[in-house]
DNA sequence: CAAGGCACGC
DNA sequence: GACGTACGTGCCTTGT
């Protein structure tokens, strides 16, 4: 770090960000100026200014008319013409604002702004400053001297390592960064817009790179080179020298540094004010007067002549872009500095008080204290409550369990009293804990962890976060109690009373504080019915599935670990006999280095990001027919894995208590709102294999009066399409109860069902899936082994065969442009913020993800109220039978014997009618001695 | 201990 | 021609 930090700043690249970012939702003021770009150059200016604190800064603006450096190329154009009228007025409006912030701005008479910006970076004195450069693409990047001429991708990033010049060079296996310029000429357009020569891609640049130097020498040596790619350079010839002119930075241009000129100062405040107001930038306004408290008559004409208030110059600029652009300044309450009231209660007395407090209250937010993260082994240590905000109580409990348990009787008119609304940070986890002492909660629940997962469900829902997001507070860590993660973590059992008490009551504050302001997020959305009557009253379902457990035929995976272990030592000394050489095959390093190196099995490997071969099942079964030890390794492959992850973890997570194993699952992490499991993950257990399938057979009822019984959906994904597209051809084959991967498949290649053969329902089965999962053409391709064009010719007959699904599709697209977001049939949202953005593999992320969301988590919507309806039956008729398992489309039941019948039916039931829907719905029961047999 | 590579399920 | 290639969890290796 140096003394001083200079930003500079390229307008016209920020004017069209701007520009672009309103384009659907422009800010018009009451006379009707068009403000967008100069609205979003300014918060981006004053966020640069507030975030960095530069001491010099320069804003620079191109001065080729039309003064933006890519703006001759024809999407540009076609993009600026569209809607011209905010560029136009942005840039004068730019520039005084510029001028009344007192910030030099600086044009250069024939050269572009990053040119500028260039020059005088290569210029600053190296030892004082610190140069950094602001880009719409990347935000900004410090401006390393010897790489200065490369264009941005190049030299962003705090210094030439971070940002990969020496990875680009890897990549593209070529060994002067000088060249990086004459790749980016030659296949340009990957990279921030530079044209290149259409139809050049990384391969044939590294070659031709290699061969003739420079895009000069390939130049001159075009007559020379054969066949398309020849014709293609002769017509290229022109892009080629732009883009490379593009991709250079110069750093000659005229212009002086001047230290004095550069500095920051304080703003024009008359002048700014005035212009704030007429561009009617309120909130920014407010922002700026308010927190400049030595004057807030900002019509005061000594204003401007202040002296410098060196030290904290950057006061004023308390406003950032989503402040104002939510209009909507929270003052946010800093309660770290307020005053709280956690009490200790101790004492059958004092706990008798606390609970005739609780029970005259509507709602009440709790928390468990307890020796574990695992709910199942952990022991209580304490119990705290709060009921309104900044108060809160903890109350310890025994160590021992007789008398621990003694203590939450006393609570148990509180947890069962109907009245009262509990409300916890995930709620599964104190349920679960409750559970272990015999205490079951009635009465509406209410989980802020799980509103948040419904508010914001890619984001993070602990507590500790929520409380820094909503509250602006920071809650005493864990951490502090009990040390870092590893093992020397302690024991929540040896914290001091009255450290514990504070760390705890304030947890059942935060709590009840984030639950408030969660209610009015879910209000806005109209998401509560999601929240209260799904996924609240699965946390019960799935804290007593957790609880349940499932056996395991412990026996059974010792002889299967016996069986791999013979297997994999047969198979390694097999791959060492070919390979002519012992090694770790388990090493994809050294795998690597062998087959590709040693073996020269393939002249050109493919190889990973990092560079190392790729030697992936993808890859690797390529060779699978001409090389026995490639065959020899993916059964090596297949042996480990199974023989790690599955025969030997099990076993090892059974409880000591419960003798079975139970699995956590997880309501709150994957964006489209189906369930995880972990500690074991018990939904990817192997099926598809025949060795795989082995583990399903350890999965076992928990004794001879019981049967394992699984239900599964039957193709749930493509119902659901089929009803939301109403495509009739489809709704038709499911009503009929034909199989929909032949129907598909006697469509796309216009034949009769019957002479459908087992290749075309295999390609129709992938296309299905592969729309279900939002894959493109390409990996479609890649899935199938085919060329994409035949994989591009697949997926067109697939829409012009099911146009309402094409149809539906574009509905999906069309709305999350429009609004951001997708839902699902309960309502269930996924933001898909990049939907519009001019990043084209981002948009085709949220474009693939606005057909999948809302069909993945309909299905998801349907199995959790399939499950909740499902257990309210079988608790309500009493029956011997649990509900074990869920792996997204099926449940798994530990069945007694007599009530199999009966329940295969209302299980059938519930599933088919947990949500009504405009097609057949139909499931698949079996039952049998395990987990296998009953598929 | 983190990151990369790989593989399992739906 | 190249983009990047569903979502999760968990194992092993490698390098710090």
Redesign the pocket.
Same mark, same amino acid.
């Given at each position: 770090m140096r003394s001083k930090k200079l930003f500079l700043l390229d307008a016209m690249a920020l004017i069209y960000r701007a520009h672009f970012a309103f384009i659907k939702n422009p800010r018009i003021t009451s006379t009707g100026v068009n403000t967008s770009a100069v609205f979003g150059f300014t918060n981006t200016m004053l966020e640069v200014i507030k975030k960095e604190k530069p001491t010099h800064f320069a804003v620079c603006f191109d001065t080729k008319a039309p003064t933006f450096r890519h703006i001759d190329f024809p999407e540009y154009k076609a993009q600026r013409e569209a809607q011209p009228e905010d560029i136009t007025t942005a840039i004068p409006l730019v520039k005084r604002l510029v001028k009344a912030m007192n910030i030099p701005l600086i044009e250069l008479d024939g050269f572009e702004a990053d040119d500028v910006i260039g020059t005088l970076a290569k210029k600053a004195p190296k030892d004082e400053f610190d140069v950094f450069m602001y880009t719409p693409d990347k935000d900004y990047g410090q401006l390393v001297d010897e790489h200065i001429f490369l264009y941005k991708p190049a030299f962003l990033g705090n210094g030439i390592e971070v940002m990969g010049v020496p990875e680009i060079l890897a990549k593209w296996e070529i060994s002067r960064i000088d060249q990086v310029i004459d790749m980016l000429g030659l296949?340009g357009?990957?990279v921030d817009n530079i044209p290149g020569i259409p139809? /050049?891609?990384? %391969?044939? #640049?590294v070659k031709l790179l290699q061969e003739y130097d420079s895009i000069e020498g390939i130049l001159a040596n075009a007559d020379k080179i054969p066949n398309?790619?020849g014709e293609k350079i002769r017509a290229g010839k022109e892009s080629a020298l732009m883009s490379k002119h593009l991709a250079r930075i110069e750093i000659n241009v005229p212009v002086e540094f001047d230290e004095e000129d550069l500095k920051m100062c304080e703003p024009n405040t008359e002048e700014l004010s005035a212009l704030l107001d007429e561009l009617e930038f309120r909130t920014l306004k407010t922002r700026l007067i308010k927190s400049d408290g030595s004057n807030q008559d900002l019509n005061k004409p000594e204003t401007k002549d202040k002296p410098k208030a060196e030290t904290n110059q950057m006061s004023l600029f308390g406003a950032t872009e989503e402040e104002e652009v939510e209009k909507e300044v929270k003052e946010k309450d800093t309660i770290n500095s307020v005053v709280h009231d956690y009490y200790l209660i101790e004492g059958k007395e004092q706990r008798a008080e606390l609970i005739e407090y609780l029970m005259a209250q509507d709602e009440i937010c709790f928390d468990t204290e307890t020796t574990d993260v695992d709910a199942i082994d952990a022991e209580i240590v304490g119990l705290s409550f709060a009921y309104r905000a900044k108060e809160a109580f903890y109350v310890p409990c025994p160590p021992r369990f007789e008398e621990a348990k003694a203590v939450l009787e006393e609570f148990r008119s509180v947890f069962e009293n109907e009245k009262i609304m509990k409300i916890a940070q995930n709620l599964k986890y104190d349920l679960t804990i409750l559970s272990n002492y015999g205490i079951e909660i009635k009465g509406t629940l209410y989980d802020t962890m799980l509103a948040h997962y419904i508010v914001e469900p890619?984001q993070r829902h602990g507590m500790d976060y929520l409380a820094m997001n909503y509250l602006n507070y920071e809650p005493v860590s864990i951490e502090t109690l009990i040390g +870092? %993660?590893?093992k020397k973590q302690g024991n929540m059992r040896d914290v001091p009373l009255e450290a514990i008490k504070e760390y705890a009551a304030e947890d059942a504050d935060i709590t009840l504080q984030l639950k408030t302001i969660l209610d009015k997020e879910l209000k806005k959305t109209s998401q509560e019915k999601l929240l209260y009557e799904v996924e609240v009253p699965l946390v019960s379902v799935l804290s007593s599935m957790e609880r349940e457990g499932v056996k395991l035929d412990v026996q059974a995976l010792q002889d299967l670990s016996d069986t791999l272990h013979k297997d994999l030592v047969i198979t390694q000394s097999e791959i060492f006999e070919i390979a002519g050489m012992e090694f *770790?095959v388990?090493? !994809?390093?050294? $795998?690597?280095e062998i087959l590709f190196e040693k073996m020269k099995i393939d002249e050109k490997p493919k190889k990973? !990001?990092? +560079?190392?071969? #790729?030697? +992936?099942?993808?890859? $690797?079964s390529n060779y699978e027919a001409e090389h026995e030890i490639v065959k020899k390794i $993916?059964d090596f492959?297949?042996l480990?894995? $199974?023989k790690?992850?599955y025969v030997? #973890?099990l076993p090892q997570l059974i409880s000591k208590k419960t003798g079975r194993i139970h699995t956590s699952y *997880?309501q709150a992490?994957?964006?489209?709102g189906?369930l =995880? =499991?972990? *500690? !074991?993950?018990l939904? *990817?257990?192997?099926?598809?294999?025949e060795r +795989?399938r082995e583990i399903r057979k350890a999965f076992i009822p928990r004794d001879s009066d019981h049967l394992i019984l699984s239900a599964d959906y039957s193709q749930i994904e493509l119902r659901i399409m089929a009803a939301f597209s109403e495509d009739a051809s489809m709704v038709e084959a499911f009503n009929q109860g034909i199989d929909i991967h032949s129907t598909t498949a006697a469509k796309v290649f216009g034949v009769e069902l019957a002479d459908v053969n087992s290749d075309m329902r295999r390609k129709a089965k992938m296309v299905n899936f592969g729309i279900i999962?939002?894959?493109? #053409?390409?990996?479609l391709a890649?899935r199938l082994g085919i060329p994409?064009g035949e994989a591009k010719d697949i997926i067109d007959a697939y829409f012009t065969q099911f146009p309402n699904v094409k149809t539906f599709m574009d509905e999906c697209i069309n709305k999350a442009r429009e609004t951001e977001y997708v839902e699902t049939i309960l309502g269930r949202r996924r933001y898909l913020r990049d939907i519009n953005s001019r990043n084209?593999?981002n948009r085709?992320?949220a474009e693939?993800?606005a057909i999948?969301a809302p069909i993945q988590g309909s299905a998801a919507d349907m199995i959790k109220v399939a499950m909740i309806n499902i257990h309210d039956f079988m608790k309500a008729e009493k029956l011997k039978s649990k509900m074990i398992l869920q /792996?997204?489309?099926?449940l798994v039941f530990d069945a007694h014997i007599s009530e199999i019948e009966y329940l295969k039916e209302k299980v059938d039931y519930f599933m088919v009618n947990a949500i009504p829907m405009k097609v057949k719905i139909e499931t698949g029961i079996g039952v049998g001695k395990n987990w296998l047999e009953a598929h």
């Amino acid at each position: 770090m140096r003394s001083k930090k200079l930003f500079l700043l390229d307008a016209m690249a920020l004017i069209y960000r701007a520009h672009f970012a309103f384009i659907k939702n422009p800010r018009i003021t009451s006379t009707g100026v068009n403000t967008s770009a100069v609205f979003g150059f300014t918060n981006t200016m004053l966020e640069v200014i507030k975030k960095e604190k530069p001491t010099h800064f320069a804003v620079c603006f191109d001065t080729k008319a039309p003064t933006f450096r890519h703006i001759d190329f024809p999407e540009y154009k076609a993009q600026r013409e569209a809607q011209p009228e905010d560029i136009t007025t942005a840039i004068p409006l730019v520039k005084r604002l510029v001028k009344a912030m007192n910030i030099p701005l600086i044009e250069l008479d024939g050269f572009e702004a990053d040119d500028v910006i260039g020059t005088l970076a290569k210029k600053a004195p190296k030892d004082e400053f610190d140069v950094f450069m602001y880009t719409p693409d990347k935000d900004y990047g410090q401006l390393v001297d010897e790489h200065i001429f490369l264009y941005k991708p190049a030299f962003l990033g705090n210094g030439i390592e971070v940002m990969g010049v020496p990875e680009i060079l890897a990549k593209w296996e070529i060994s002067r960064i000088d060249q990086v310029i004459d790749m980016l000429g030659l296949m340009g357009d990957k990279v921030d817009n530079i044209p290149g020569i259409p139809g /050049v891609g990384e %391969k044939t #640049a590294v070659k031709l790179l290699q061969e003739y130097d420079s895009i000069e020498g390939i130049l001159a040596n075009a007559d020379k080179i054969p066949n398309k790619i020849g014709e293609k350079i002769r017509a290229g010839k022109e892009s080629a020298l732009m883009s490379k002119h593009l991709a250079r930075i110069e750093i000659n241009v005229p212009v002086e540094f001047d230290e004095e000129d550069l500095k920051m100062c304080e703003p024009n405040t008359e002048e700014l004010s005035a212009l704030l107001d007429e561009l009617e930038f309120r909130t920014l306004k407010t922002r700026l007067i308010k927190s400049d408290g030595s004057n807030q008559d900002l019509n005061k004409p000594e204003t401007k002549d202040k002296p410098k208030a060196e030290t904290n110059q950057m006061s004023l600029f308390g406003a950032t872009e989503e402040e104002e652009v939510e209009k909507e300044v929270k003052e946010k309450d800093t309660i770290n500095s307020v005053v709280h009231d956690y009490y200790l209660i101790e004492g059958k007395e004092q706990r008798a008080e606390l609970i005739e407090y609780l029970m005259a209250q509507d709602e009440i937010c709790f928390d468990t204290e307890t020796t574990d993260v695992d709910a199942i082994d952990a022991e209580i240590v304490g119990l705290s409550f709060a009921y309104r905000a900044k108060e809160a109580f903890y109350v310890p409990c025994p160590p021992r369990f007789e008398e621990a348990k003694a203590v939450l009787e006393e609570f148990r008119s509180v947890f069962e009293n109907e009245k009262i609304m509990k409300i916890a940070q995930n709620l599964k986890y104190d349920l679960t804990i409750l559970s272990n002492y015999g205490i079951e909660i009635k009465g509406t629940l209410y989980d802020t962890m799980l509103a948040h997962y419904i508010v914001e469900p890619e984001q993070r829902h602990g507590m500790d976060y929520l409380a820094m997001n909503y509250l602006n507070y920071e809650p005493v860590s864990i951490e502090t109690l009990i040390g +870092g %993660k590893g093992k020397k973590q302690g024991n929540m059992r040896d914290v001091p009373l009255e450290a514990i008490k504070e760390y705890a009551a304030e947890d059942a504050d935060i709590t009840l504080q984030l639950k408030t302001i969660l209610d009015k997020e879910l209000k806005k959305t109209s998401q509560e019915k999601l929240l209260y009557e799904v996924e609240v009253p699965l946390v019960s379902v799935l804290s007593s599935m957790e609880r349940e457990g499932v056996k395991l035929d412990v026996q059974a995976l010792q002889d299967l670990s016996d069986t791999l272990h013979k297997d994999l030592v047969i198979t390694q000394s097999e791959i060492f006999e070919i390979a002519g050489m012992e090694f *770790n095959v388990g090493s !994809p390093k050294q $795998l690597g280095e062998i087959l590709f190196e040693k073996m020269k099995i393939d002249e050109k490997p493919k190889k990973t !990001p990092t +560079g190392q071969y #790729a030697t +992936g099942e993808d890859v $690797l079964s390529n060779y699978e027919a001409e090389h026995e030890i490639v065959k020899k390794i $993916l059964d090596f492959r297949e042996l480990s894995k $199974l023989k790690s992850t599955y025969v030997e #973890a099990l076993p090892q997570l059974i409880s000591k208590k419960t003798g079975r194993i139970h699995t956590s699952y *997880n309501q709150a992490v994957t964006a489209t709102g189906r369930l =995880s =499991s972990t *500690n !074991p993950n018990l939904q *990817n257990i192997p099926i598809r294999t025949e060795r +795989g399938r082995e583990i399903r057979k350890a999965f076992i009822p928990r004794d001879s009066d019981h049967l394992i019984l699984s239900a599964d959906y039957s193709q749930i994904e493509l119902r659901i399409m089929a009803a939301f597209s109403e495509d009739a051809s489809m709704v038709e084959a499911f009503n009929q109860g034909i199989d929909i991967h032949s129907t598909t498949a006697a469509k796309v290649f216009g034949v009769e069902l019957a002479d459908v053969n087992s290749d075309m329902r295999r390609k129709a089965k992938m296309v299905n899936f592969g729309i279900i999962y939002g894959i493109s #053409a390409f990996g479609l391709a890649q899935r199938l082994g085919i060329p994409r064009g035949e994989a591009k010719d697949i997926i067109d007959a697939y829409f012009t065969q099911f146009p309402n699904v094409k149809t539906f599709m574009d509905e999906c697209i069309n709305k999350a442009r429009e609004t951001e977001y997708v839902e699902t049939i309960l309502g269930r949202r996924r933001y898909l913020r990049d939907i519009n953005s001019r990043n084209q593999t981002n948009r085709g992320f949220a474009e693939r993800n606005a057909i999948n969301a809302p069909i993945q988590g309909s299905a998801a919507d349907m199995i959790k109220v399939a499950m909740i309806n499902i257990h309210d039956f079988m608790k309500a008729e009493k029956l011997k039978s649990k509900m074990i398992l869920q /792996v997204h489309d099926e449940l798994v039941f530990d069945a007694h014997i007599s009530e199999i019948e009966y329940l295969k039916e209302k299980v059938d039931y519930f599933m088919v009618n947990a949500i009504p829907m405009k097609v057949k719905i139909e499931t698949g029961i079996g039952v049998g001695k395990n987990w296998l047999e009953a598929h």
